[in-house]
Structure formats: C-alpha cells, structure tokens
C-alpha cells in the first residue's frame, strides 16, 4: 500500500505537518535569517491580532472613564459655583462693616455688628405672568424661611419673602410695584425710600436736590426699618430728572442683582425683624412689603 493513498488523508496531512515542524525547528536552530524573519513577522500579525481584540475592550473603558470625569466635573462645578455664592452673599456687607467699625472704635460701649446668617435656595417656579414679579424657592417653614425674609443673590438684594409654606416659599422682587425698602443714597449719608416700578426698574422719589448722588452711585440697604441688614446693594442710579419747581429729584435705577438669570438664592434666616421663637407664629400670613404700612380698620 502506498504511503500517500487516498484513503488515508488524516494520516497524510498529520505525516506533512510533523516533517513540516521538524523543518521549522531544524531551520530555527540553525538561526538562519529567513527564520528569523518569518518569526518577527508572525509575531507583529499575532500582537497586531491581540491588540485588535482589544480595542473594543479598551474603548469602552475609555467611554467609561469619560462619563465618570464628566459627572465629576459637572458636580465639583456645581459645588463651587454654590460656595461661591455663598461667599459673595456673605461678602457684601464687609465694605459698610469697616466703616461701622471704624466709627464703633471711638465708643467705649460700642455694639459689634454681626453678619447674619443665610441659607442657600434653588429657583424651582417662575409666575404665571412675568409683571407680577414673583418666584419660587425650594426652601420654606422646615428651612426656617419666614415671610418677610430677606433674599440676596451673589451681587445684591433680589427682594423678600412674601409666603412660606413647609415645602417651598414665594419671593417678591424689588422690581415689583408691591415693594419697597429704606436705602442709603450713595455716601451722601441721606436715606430714601426705593420702589419698584412693575418693570425692569427701580426710583426714588421727592430726594432734596442738594443731594450730593450721580449716575452710577450705589444705593444700599439703610436698616432703618429694621427689615434689611445694613450694607446689602440695592440698586445702581441710571439717571436722574430733575424737578425744579418742587426743588427734588427723582432717581432711577436698576437693581444690583441678577433678576433675569437667577438660578440660586441667598435667604437671610434672621434678618434684624425677626421675632424670637417663643413668640412666633404659623408664618402663614404675608409680611407687608418694607417700606410700606399695613391697613387699620
């Protein structure tokens, strides 16, 4: 019988892969350099082969790690944008708190002057109709937020609250018709009233033309009332008119804060109004607006 029959084509393929192999292997001793290449070659298509298998693998972790450092810089920018509000709210009052100081040196009994405390709250609703100058916070009674709260944002006084209930509270804007405050009038030392004006700004009326104010003065928050700390930026004088018969001026303004692109509220949880606890109540009644005084029958 024939060794490569047909028959038996297991055993020829086995018998030419055997004397195949021991070829290689003698060739591979001898170290000749057409072995060497062939084995440099196979080596680059089989790593090639494994670092192809990979790259799916390696992918995926890459996407993977992207998102991972994505969220993680989205929440570390939202963290910091949150602390620097608070830092900027708290800011606003150091300018007025040295020149109090300054004056509180030359008193023997002088009474410090403490920065109150204020609570971070997210705008969660806007009002149904935009002239009513009204939002939604999401912190209310269980926060400790009373009507009649002050609220900050990072540049100014945004405006106060005017309902609280558990979950949330309504703020009223300075820019509403419906309120008013007490203000300082740039360093002339003279306070004024500040209203709203049911749009984007805000006046002063029946200030005494001798007043020594211009464009681009900051008006602030007197305390005079006893609603508002002290030293808050209301507004910034845009222009004034003049009337000469009456011998006033009238000052107008725009708010300080960012009313159009507020994301982040400051509340301030013990303005200088704020009764004890003992003696507090539900909270469900609405303040009235400062500056202004409430009906008597």
Known sequence: MALFDSHRPGFNRLLVLVVLSIVLMSLDRIGTRWVDQMDSNVGGFTDGLVELIHQPVGFVEAVGNWFRERDQLIEDR?????????????????????????????????????????????????????????????????????????????????????????????????????????VLLGDSGRSALIRGTGNAGLVVDRVPERTRIQPGDILTTSGIEGVFPRGYPVARVTHITTDQAQGFIRLHAEPVADLERLNHVLVITEPPDRPERGGETAGASEPTPAGEQPDVE
């Open 78 to 182: 939202q963290r910091l944008r949150q602390e620097n509000l608070l830092l900027r709210g708290q800011m606003q009052q150091y300018t007025s708190l040295t020149r109090e100081l300054d004056e509180l040196r030359e008193l023997l009994n002088g009474r410090p002057v403490e920065v109150p405390p204020v609570l971070l709250a997210r705008r969660v609703g806007h009002p149904p109709r935009p002239d009513d100058h009204l939002f939604t916070i999401d912190r209310g009674l269980g926060d400790d937020v009373r009507p009649g709260d002050p609220v900050i944002d990072a540049r100014g006084l945004v405006g106060q609250v005017l309902r609280s209930t558990p979950m949330g509270a309504t703020v009223i804007e300075v820019t509403s018709r419906d309120h008013m405050a007490s």
